[in-house]
């Protein structure tokens, strides 16, 4: 049994999961939790956020932590 997935949320999934990839790298490189910690969470949360709204809202608000949390 397969859960219905639009093509939307498919891409917006693998978007949010290569930008979490790259954000992931850098913390890594550079030492930084901010990046780090955004990057995993931007890789896991579309296994667990179902739709597109939900899925859009969602990656943007952890794509924009680094920015805003500098630590």
């Given amino acids: 049994?397969?859960?219905d997935v639009d093509t939307a949320?498919?891409?917006?999934?693998?978007?949010f999961g290569a930008l979490g990839a790259?954000?992931?790298l850098y913390g890594r490189k550079q030492r930084a939790i901010s990046?780090?910690?955004s990057g995993v969470a931007l890789m896991v949360f579309p296994f667990f956020v179902?739709?597109?709204l939900p899925t859009l809202l969602v990656g943007v608000a952890?794509?924009?932590?680094?920015?805003?949390?500098?630590?």
């Fill in 9 to 15: 949320s498919l891409l917006l999934s693998v978007f």
């Fill in 35 to 37: 990046p780090l910690v």
């Fill in 1 to 3: 049994m397969s859960p």
């Fill in 22 to 24: 790259g954000y992931a």
């Fill in 62 to 71: 952890i794509a924009a932590v680094p920015y805003f949390w500098r630590a």
């Fill in 50 to 52: 179902h739709g597109t």
